[in-house]
């Protein structure tokens, strides 16, 4: 009897799906998605990218693991043009199991990275890694432990309470005693976001001198970081200037710094344009720098499509390689974490933009965000750029990539679940077998892993033990064993 096809379908929810009609071996190799594309001096043979997406793969020196190395060769496997490695952070200070670039020691690592994925795609992916800085965050505290020991005593808070002159430790106490919606009353808006969702920095917080200092220290680390991927052998770098993380935030139209980084687009964009200078001076031009930025933040006073499609002519002017939209993922919106646990920024709307289910309303996930990167393109080159402009979001489909790319709506596409459910679905489509394609569902099971920083799979195969890994006994599995960590190899029918 002959074995089941690892690509059956496997979940009802693929029946559901809208049907799909591939391409065939020819029509794709006539396609602008299987066509190359230049990014500065990095030419990708075609225009499809797997996006930055974290596997949390990696362990608490922020090193490049065994698991990292299968997890990206894995994704080459499929050769698609483009493979942008998670967001990595760019300073040496301890970020959980979150891949790193923040010192040299970091470098023998991501060259070993670099080296597989460009033997498992056999030459054919080009890669580049997303570089990263964020701010502190806190998680939820415990009410008791905030009242005594976090919440700095006001003066306003004895005057609430009518206890002028009383001891710090009597209005810790008083404070204790009240009834929850009082003692609300009684804090600042700032703290009770504090103790209702743990402490946040924001870039406004000029008050610190680590946060005042950021447009002086962060062009030096990012290059630093884009130096550190040259000679690790990445083809390029993304600076991360999207989703909830501080370059974003310079970008926001809720930016109201005060000393020329914020308050107007052209401020919000000086930093972003001061650390591509920086970047590009440290690597020279002949190493691709883009970055990914935010097509619309989805928030309440957040900035739109006007103000993405100025910062990207801004960038392009200024010698990017690369834009590549995404949308949402803020944290203004995002839901009330657990006490002990700290909020996630893809958990508001903002944050259902970014990684849209299949259930999010009737228009579904498909393609949902290509508008941003259509007007983002439009307005680049109405100002004399060609720019490649990515587009990213229910990326599912060959009809719908190659006609985002027809309809001018990107340059490049970039499907994150999709590839995690099948990564050789682009190997598929390119010759001909996209019936064998396992569909990703949308259903984000993958994001609540990552959400609660769990090694991220995909329900599509992560229970699929029959099939070996290539090159083992045995079949790696999560830290709880539950798991497969990663997708079936690919036995084409
Ligand atoms: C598990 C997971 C981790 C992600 N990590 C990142 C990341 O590190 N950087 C980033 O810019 N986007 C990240 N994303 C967002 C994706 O790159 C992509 O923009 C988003 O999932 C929408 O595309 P899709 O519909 O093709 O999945 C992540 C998405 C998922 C599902």
């Known amino acids: 009897m002959q074995p089941e096809p690892t690509t059956n379908l496997v979940h009802p929810a693929q029946a559901k799906l809208p049907p799909e009609r591939w391409p065939t071996r020819e029509e794709a190799q006539r396609s602008l998605l299987f066509s190359p594309i230049r990014y500065g001096v990095c030419v990708a043979r075609t225009r499809s990218w797997v996006p930055a997406m974290v596997p949390w793969r990696s362990i608490e020196d ?29 300073r040496d200070v301890p970020s959980g199991p979150l891949l790193r670039i923040g010192g040299e020691r970091f470098v023998p690592g991501l060259s070993e990275l670099t080296r597989v994925v460009r033997e498992r795609s056999g030459g054919a992916t080009r890669l580049f890694v997303q570089i990263i800085d964020f701010l502190g965050i806190r998680r939820r505290p415990e009410k008791e432990k905030y009242l005594r020991r976090f919440l700095v005593l006001r003066e306003e808070h004895r005057a609430g309470l009518r206890l002028p002159g009383a001891s710090d430790e009597a209005v810790r106490e008083a404070l204790l005693a009240l009834p929850h919606e009082r003692l609300l009353a009684l804090l600042s808006p700032r703290e009770r976001e504090d103790l209702e969702f ?6 406004t917080d000029t008050h610190l001198p680590h946060i005042a200092e950021l447009p002086r220290v962060l062009p030096e680390l ?17 600076l991360h200037y999207a ?48 970055c990914r930025l935010l097509g619309d933040e989805v928030i309440e006073g957040g900035s739109r499509v006007e103000d993405a499609a100025f910062y990207a002519t801004e960038l392009a002017r200024a010698g990017i390689d690369f834009v ?32 849209p289910t299949r259930t999010i309303d009737a228009r579904g996930p498909f393609g949902r965000n290509l508008e941003l990167s259509r007007a983002i393109r439009a307005a680049v080159r109405a100002a004399g750029f060609e720019t490649p402009i990515g587009g990213a979001g229910g990326i599912n489909s060959f009809e719908l990539a190659e006609r985002a790319l027809r309809e001018a709506d990107c340059d490049f596409v970039a499907a994150a679940r999709q590839s995690l459910a099948d990564p050789d ?57 539950k798991r497969r960590l990663v997708p079936p190899p690919w036995v084409p029918q």
Not at 72 to 86: H, K, M, Q, T
Not at 222 to 238: S, Y
Not at 342 to 353: D, I, K, L, N, R
């Open 62 to 90: 922020g090193s490049v693991t065994p698991d990292i190395l299968d997890w990206y060769g894995r994704l080459a496997d499929g050769r698609p043009g483009v493979i942008v490695v998670e967001a990595t952070g760019i």
């Open 198 to 203: 743990g402490a946040r920095e924001r870039v």
């Open 222 to 238: 990012f290059a630093d970081a884009a130096q550190r991927a040259r000679l690790a052998g990445f083809d390029g770098v993304e």
């Open 243 to 290: 989703h909830a993380y501080t370059m974003a935030s310079f970008l926001s139209r809720t930016n109201t710094r005060a000393d020329g980084y914020g308050g107007s687009p052209k401020a919000r964009v000086r930093l972003p344009l001061e650390v591509l200078a920086a970047v590009r001076t440290r690597v020279g031009s002949d190493f691709t720098v883009g």
């Open 324 to 355: 590549s939209v995404s949308k949402g993922g803020r944290f203004e919106d995002a839901k009330q974490p657990k006490v002990g646990e700290a909020a996630y920024p893809y958990t508001g709307p903002s944050g259902q933009e970014c990684m």
């Open 425 to 481: 679905w682009w190997r598929k489509m390119e010759t001909g077998r996209g019936s064998q394609i396992r569909r990703c569902i949308f259903s984000n099971y993958c994001e609540a892993l990552d959400q609660r920083h769990k090694q991220v799979t995909c329900q599509l195969w992560d229970r699929d033990f029959d099939a070996p890994d290539p090159g083992r006994d045995d079949v790696a599995r999560s830290s709880d064993a």
